[in-house]
């Protein structure tokens, strides 16, 4: 698969897969677990989660579809996990990825992030980041919902530098970031994480993506994912539990799309002409 050098310069997948709201249910954690085996043995080894995500539970669901991984292949699975806002004072972040850490059932977390601004100092967040990264509990460290002003702040920050990442919402119908945040990561050599690629199934309905798709034999959202796919420097990380999804959005890096493709889908989602608030979900 395609790989993005993060600037500590480790080599990461441009696809992954996302874990938002598994572990919500006990009665569903088995085929959530299966889910996640079964993207890594289709070849996935970048997997997205967070402690926010049913309050540990999706840590829990990826823990326990590594556990039984023998140690060179569970090293081989790139781990990004994230630390709420009201844990990002020092002692609150040790803490937290020592809990992230435990769940997953790993030494250490490929990629911390801080899941969106607070009200902490970015420099007591980055300083405790450093501290984890020295212990070789985490290995890059970033941030999450960052404006291109946050981003600013941060490399003002000392060792602001070391900044890995910015995963942010971006896919077809939510281009805003193209305008500031995506041209400061390249000139800072920072691969963009794109979350919600497929606006949570949401862009099913555009008519656009089903003649893109009926013209190459594939879903709407297929054609939507590879769109982002296909821009430069980005990691994607769709989240699927049914199998049948993770081959498609697998297959999605096969798809080609053409001039004339890009064309009508810049009709039907025009680029931004102007700065706008960096959108959440
Ligand atoms: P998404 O990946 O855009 O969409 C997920 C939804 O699409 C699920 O309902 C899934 O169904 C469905 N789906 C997946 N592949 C499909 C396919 N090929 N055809 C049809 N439907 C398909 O939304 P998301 O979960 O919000 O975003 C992805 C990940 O990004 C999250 O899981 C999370 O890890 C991360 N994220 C981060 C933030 C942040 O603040 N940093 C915010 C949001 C998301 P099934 O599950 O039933 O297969």
């Known amino acids: 698969m395609r790989k ?10 441009v696809l992954g897969l996302g874990t938002w709201f598994l572990g919500e249910s006990s009665s569903k954690f088995e085929q959530e677990v299966s889910a996640v085996r079964y993207a890594l043995e289709r070849g996935i080894r970048l997997i997205d989660t967070a402690e926010m995500y ?12 590594i556990k039984d991984l023998d140690l060179i292949k569970r090293e081989e699975i ?3 996990s994230k630390v709420l806002p009201n ?32 009200s902490v100092p970015l420099q ?24 291109s002003r946050d981003m600013e702040e941060w490399y003002k920050c000392e060792g602001g530098g070391a900044l890995a990442t910015n995963q942010i919402l971006y896919n077809l ?13 390249k000139t800072r050599g920072v691969p963009v994480m794109a979350y919600s690629p497929l606006e949570q199934g949401r862009l099913h309905n555009f008519p656009v993506l089903a003649q893109l798709a009926a013209r ?28 049948q999804h993770i081959d498609q959005n697998i297959a999605a890096l096969e798809i080609t799309l053409k001039a004339e493709d890009y064309d009508l889908l810049d009709a039907a989602f025009p680029p931004p002409s102007g700065p706008s608030q960096l959108e959440i979900l």
Do not use: M
């Not at 049913?54 to 579809?65: F, H, I, L, T």
């Not at 809990?99 to 601004?117: E, N, T």
């Not at 119908?173 to 990561?185: F, K, Q, T, V, Y």
């Not at 034999?217 to 199998?243: D, F, R, S």
């Open 78 to 80: 790139f781990i990004v």
């Open 173 to 185: 119908s939510r281009r805003g970031p193209e305008w500031d945040i995506i041209p400061l990561c």
């Open 54 to 65: 049913a309050n540990g539970g999706a840590e829990e669901v990826v823990g326990a579809a």
């Open 124 to 147: 007591e967040t980055l300083h405790a980041f450093q501290v984890l990264q020295s212990s070789g509990k985490i290995r890059n460290f970033g941030v999450s919902n960052f404006d």
């Open 216 to 243: 190459h034999g594939v879903t709407p959202l297929q054609v939507a994912l590879a769109w982002v796919l296909a821009q430069e420097n980005v990691v994607v990380i769709p989240k699927a539990v049914k199998h």
């Open 87 to 118: 844990n990002a004072h020092f002692e609150g972040v040790i803490q937290a990825c020592n809990r992230s850490l435990r769940r997953l059932g790993v030494a250490s977390i490929g990629l911390y992030l801080l899941h969106w601004r607070g």
């Open 4 to 13: 993005v050098k993060l600037p500590g310069g480790e080599n990461v997948p």
